[in-house]
């Protein structure tokens, strides 16, 4: 399974698109796997015949799985699993690799799984005990990634470590005995309605003490543990005689999965202003008719914020950013990620690669144009790869103060509210005060405090405010 994105840890495979015995060529596409960045087509990266198919359809593994074999011309096809005797394992199973590049290395990506599914032969065995690791392209023995002497994923590393689990206690149902993430979430499961967890392993350091003789059960009882301290995390709802069951899709479970993550990643703080768009609206006005002829779609707020944005980055850089090992990585350009709504089903976060180098009309074609092939699933990992700032729009819904989730490893997510005619205080020619009515909206910046302080992120979303309020914006239209 190739690395579709840094944050991308698993993929499922959705269609293959040649069957066992047919001929590929380099580059041609071989099947479609869908994560909860994006569906793709996923090229052949070597030519020949597709000899065994080791993932079916429908299937969820992690980043690094063999998926498949390809053997040489004429060496024909496994029966029943098994290798084909002419098959030579070393140039015959490649490792498929990623066919788009990577997030910005802001964080290490997550080491891919090390068995391979249902070795067919000791050959095989031996061809597939060094993978190469999706990030560096570097070698990962086959042991690594394990938890005691058991081959994990770093999916279920990472749900063994966040629910206190053992390995040793976990009965695996993959291949080899390999433990899944549904064996994981399935204990998981039992323990939050009242199964017995795992025990333990001994600890090195001390003795097991002697399990303590029983007691009545009124001595038994403990008043509940202070909130914070040792809780156990709420275990998943059980639905009742009237309600109704929705599986998460896809694209639902993976960014649950990932909201949940930033979470826990970044300090999140949030900053809002309130912004006089009259600036903005006149040059709307101005150009509206004009402006959906030549271009074809209807010119909205968000390319004036994004145009504003990028260019308080320039006085602000460091919002352009992601944290690394004890240190901010300060990203050399802008790629602006939008994040576009697929009708209430999930967000997309389309990317305009080197915005910092366009002005107000391209970003308002590229927005569109990103927009609709999201929407149509036609995205590519080019099109999500490597943002470095977001800006979501929850504005066109007449919301008052939207706070986002920051997109990880970026440092900071800003969000546009709804445009509403207001009553506001403005100064008239002969210097006293005034009311008139306005276009107002809020934005929201959601940062990571880790990366800089208040005041830093309060003076940037000012400068933005200051950009709309006071540019010419029908010079760039």
């Given at each position: 399974?190739?690395?579709?994105g ?9 269609r293959?698109?040649?069957k066992?015995g047919d001929?590929v060529?380099?580059d041609e596409?071989?099947?479609?796997v869908?994560?909860d ?6 090229p052949s990266p ?7 198919i080791?993932?079916q359809?429908g ?6 799985t063999r998926l ?5 011309a004429?060496a024909?096809?496994?029966s029943?699993?098994?290798a084909?005797?002419a ?5 015959a199973?490649?490792?498929l ?7 910005e290395?802001?964080a290490?990506a997550?080491?891919?799984a ?11 065995e031996a ?8 990030a560096?392209g ?6 690594g ?9 770093p999916?279920?590393?990472r ?5 206190n689990?053992?390995?040793g206690?976990?009965s695996?149902s993959?291949?080899g005995?390999?433990?899944?993430r549904?064996?994981v979430l ?5 323990r939050s ?12 350091s ?6 303590p ?9 403990q008043p ?7 809780v ?7 639905p009742g005689e ?7 899709t ?8 990932h ?14 202003v309130?912004?006089?768009?009259l600036g903005?609206?006149r040059a709307?006005?101005a150009q509206k008719a ?7 779609f209807?010119l909205?707020y968000?390319p ?11 006085q602000?850089p ?7 090992d004890?240190a901010?990585?300060?990203h050399g ?5 939008i994040?576009?709504d697929?009708?209430?089903e999930?967000?997309l976060?389309?990317v305009?690669?080197?915005a910092?180098g366009?002005r ?7 927005i569109?144009?990103l927009?609709a092939k999201?929407?149509?699933?036609r ?5 999500i ?8 729009n929850?504005g066109?819904?007449?919301?008052l103060?939207?706070?986002?989730v920051?997109?990880?490893?970026q440092?900071a997510?800003l ?7 207001r009553?506001?205080?403005v ?7 005034g ?12 940062f990571?405090h ?10 940037f979303?000012?400068r ?6 006071t ?5 760039e239209l």
């Open positions: 399974m190739p690395q579709l840094e944050t991308v840890t698993e993929g499922t495979i959705t293959w698109l040649k066992l001929p060529a380099e596409v071989l099947f479609e869908s994560t960045k994006v569906d793709s087509e996923v070597a030519a020949g015949v597709l000899s065994e080791l993932v359809e299937d969820t593994v992690d980043v690094g498949a074999v390809i053997s040489p004429g024909g096809t496994a029943n699993g098994a084909p005797a098959l030579t394992p070393e140039p199973a490649p490792t690799e990623p066919t788009a590049p990577t997030l290395p802001a290490p997550p080491e891919p090390m068995v391979p599914a249902d070795p067919p032969a000791a050959a095989e061809a597939v005990a060094v993978l190469p690791g999706p560096t570097g070698a990962v023995p086959a042991g990634g394990t938890d005691g002497g058991k081959v994990l994923s999916v279920v590393r749900l063994i470590a966040e629910h689990l053992d390995p206690g976990i695996g993959g291949a005995g390999r433990i899944t549904g064996d399935a204990l998981i499961d039992k309605n009242g199964g017995a967890p795992p025990a333990q392993p001994p600890s090195p001390r003795p097991q003490a002697p399990a003789a029983a007691q009545p059960a009124a001595a038994a009882a509940a543990p202070a909130p914070g301290r040792d156990e995390p709420f275990g998943p709802a059980a009237r309600d109704t069951v929705i599986p998460f896809n694209i639902r479970r993976r960014t649950a999965e909201m949940v993550r930033s979470k826990h990643t970044s300090a999140h703080t949030v900053v809002a309130e912004v006089d768009y903005v609206e709307r006005a004009a402006f959906k002829e030549t271009e074809g209807s909205t968000l004036f914020v994004a145009r504003a944005t990028i260019d308080a980055i320039e602000f460091n919002l352009n950013s992601s944290v690394g004890d901010l990585i300060v350009e802008v790629h602006l990620g994040a576009v697929l009708d209430f999930g967000l976060v389309p305009i690669h080197q910092d366009k107000l009309r391209q970003l308002a074609r590229e569109s144009s927009a999201a929407r149509g699933r995205l590519t990992m080019d099109d790869a490597g943002g470095t700032f977001t800006i979501t929850a066109p819904f007449g919301t103060l939207t706070v986002p920051i997109n990880q490893p440092t997510i969000s546009t509210d709804g445009v509403r005619k009553p506001v205080a100064e008239m020619p002969d210097g006293s005060d009311i008139a009515v306005h276009p107002v909206g809020n934005l929201v910046l959601s990571d880790r990366a800089f302080d208040g005041a830093y992120a309060a003076a979303v000012a933005i405010k200051e950009i709309i309020e540019r010419d914006w029908s010079s």
